[in-house]
């Protein structure tokens, strides 16, 4: 079990001045989302977190070491990233895409065992993309990509699951499917991060809620408690109307 | 694939290089049948052929296979570097820095060691200069490299210009093949097929993490790659083999491009197995190449850049009209 912990930290967002710094205890089990309108940082944020981007000041703890201290290896065997976009320069199959998340885990002379081979195939038919496993991923939808993005990182099997926007282009029942295995992944012990742009889904599915202000101002805490209409409005700067359903809030813009 | 058993490939590749410098020995202006260069092989055979064939003839084939294997893997890391399928070590300007050492030398009417030693300092100095420059005060990205090695690519070339048309017509033609790529100026294939070998053995262990480089440098940094030493080290390895294959054999092109790029579509993208199959295919590819250059219009020869060139641009073209 890995806990992730940010002191005083604040990411390097060119031309900010006042932000607020942040103090995050990302714990095993927990669901975190991370709401905020474009450009307010989501992404650097999980970039900072996953020790790629330099933080202006601060620093990030993982199990209380420094993560500057651990090696990259060590460093990604315990915790991996979905990105956002991706680059598919190169010709790869689905299979090909999702083996790369074995990289942390295999010597520089190790070749990939029937053990790994069976591991991408597991995440593969957990994201629903398995029928997909020879298919050139440059020539899949954006949500299949999306999946087997996703299936990579199920494949590397980090304890501290790091997405960006990990319901970009998928539809509703793969949505549903991605929370729910993340809910399952959270239910293991694993800590899950995500930036998401849809409030209804942070509402059902995240038990820990981050709000990022355009201004440098944040707040975070118990879902319950940062769900609120009024933070939600002037986050986006934009009137909702919300409702209870199922014992879930939701919101539509007003 | 990384699933499949790479010795096949491999295997298959290697015989072919063996046939094609089996070939390569037998065929010149005395012809020797393939049984009588089997047997010069294995120790026996007429004076005569010993010296024909293990003196003259052997080593301008290895040193064929040499240059192409080495322009090939150097193709092939860098497109990996590069995230860019279309790169190869003449496009940054590596072999235009080999040129214009190699010209001016001549130029000033040095011969052999000196023109080759001046060429391998051009190469370098292109590589430092590329490099430098695309690094820059801000990051390094792979696109802001390709462009500055274009760019002073395209600055070596009107120095070459510059010093063509202030040389004097005597000294004119070497030159020219010279800049065509011609091998029968190679001294000695040892220097570059150790270097070939060494290349080879050391680029086996970075294969995986080459191939997680080759999904971005942000992807592979969070796979645990260490991605800047990683960069660095393929670029210097890339620039230490085009300098020492431009070394050999004046400036070849299109290997690089070509045989990276065949390979891959038919042995997928697993750089544990494509880039000792480069080596492998490349060396093979410019055997049969100068084999041809050598008797196409015997006694005289042509310059080996001249088939290579012939022979990958079409094939080039082939791939990217039928690649979309």
């Given amino acids: 079990m890995t806990r992730l912990t940010t002191e005083a930290l604040i990411i390097d967002i060119p031309g900010r001045a006042s932000v607020v710094p942040l103090n995050l205890a990302i714990e095993p089990g927990q669901v975190w989302g991370v709401l905020g309108p474009n ?73 990939e065992s029937g053990e790994d ?138 | 694939m990384p699933i499949s058993s790479p010795y096949k490939p491999l295997l298959i590749l290697l015989l072919a290089g063996f046939l094609a410098a089996l070939i390569s020995v037998s065929i010149g202006s005395t012809a020797i049948g393939f049984e009588d260069t089997l047997r010069v092989i294995t120790g026996s055979g007429t004076e005569l052929q010993q010296t024909l064939i293990l003196e003259l003839r052997l080593p301008r084939t290895l040193s064929a296979f040499a240059t192409g294997g080495l322009l090939a893997v150097a193709g092939a890391l860098m497109q990996v570097l590069l995230r860019n399928p279309l790169a190869d070590p003449y496009v940054l300007g590596l072999s235009g820095g080999a040129a214009v050492g190699a010209l001016l030398a001549m130029l000033a009417g040095a011969a052999g060691f000196l023109v080759s030693g001046s060429a391998f300092a051009g190469a370098m100095l292109a590589t430092l200069l590329v490099f430098g420059l695309a690094h820059g ?26 010093i063509l048309s202030m040389t004097p017509a005597s000294r004119l033609p070497g030159m020219l093949y010279w800049l065509m790529g011609d091998l029968s100026h190679a001294a000695t294939p040892w220097p570059g097929l150790i270097i070939l070998l060494l290349v080879c053995l050391m680029v086996f262990p970075l294969g995986r993490a080459l191939n997680v480089l080759a999904r971005g440098s942000l992807q592979a940094a969070a796979l645990g790659v260490s991605v800047r030493p990683l960069e660095w080290s393929i ?24 045989v990276p790029h065949m390979l891959r579509l038919v042995l997928g993208n697993d750089q544990r197995l494509i880039l000792p199959a480069c080596a492998l295919a490349g060396g093979t590819l410019l055997v049969l190449a100068d084999t041809l250059a050598r008797v196409v219009i015997a006694p005289e020869q042509l310059p080996v850049g001249v088939i290579t060139a012939l022979i990958g641009v079409p094939t080039f073209l082939y791939l990217l009209y039928r690649s979309r």
């Avoid at chain 1, 990259?72 to 976009?85: A, E, I, P, W, Y």
């Avoid at chain 2, 990051?139 to 690519?153: E, F, I, M, N, Y």
């Fill in chain 2, 137 to 162: 005060s801000g990051s390094w990205t792979p696109s802001r490299l390709l462009l500055t090695g274009v760019v002073v690519a395209a600055g070596w070339g009107a120095i070459i210009t510059l």
């Fill in chain 1, 39 to 111: 450009g307010v940082g989501k992404t650097t944020l999980l970039h900072t977190l996953a020790g790629l981007r330099e933080p202006r000041s601060g620093q990030l703890l993982l199990d209380g070491t420094p993560l500057g201290n651990i090696r990259r290896k060590t460093v990604s065997q315990r915790m991996g990233l979905v990105f956002q976009d991706r680059q598919d320069g190169f010709p790869a199959t689905a299979l090909e895409t999702a083996l790369i998340g074995r990289h942390p885990w295999l010597s520089p002379w190790q070749m």
């Fill in chain 1, 117 to 254: 081979l069976a591991i991408a195939e597991r995440a593969l038919e957990a994201l629903d993309v398995i029928h997909l496993k020879d298919r050139l991923v440059n020539t899949l939808s954006g949500g299949e990509r999306q999946r087997v993005a996703i299936a990579t990182l199920m494949t590397q099997s980090p304890e501290i699951w790091l997405l960006d926007e990990p319901t970009n282009h998928l539809d509703l029942q793969h949505q549903t499917a991605v929370m729910k295995l993340l809910r399952q992944q959270a239910a293991c012990d694993r800590a899950v991060f995500m930036c998401l742009h849809d409030l209804n889904l942070a509402a059902r599915w995240c038990d820990q809620i981050l709000l990022l202000y355009p201004d440098g101002q944040a707040c975070w805490g118990p879902a319950r408690d940062m769900l609120v209409t009024s933070a939600l409005e002037s986050l986006f700067g934009q009137r909702l109307l919300s409702a209870e359903l199922d014992g879930f809030p939701v919101f539509v813009p007003g």
């Fill in chain 2, 235 to 258: 670029y210097l390895m890339a620039s230490l083999l085009t300098a020492t294959a431009v070394t050999m054999a004046g400036s070849v092109g299109f290997v690089g491009l070509v």
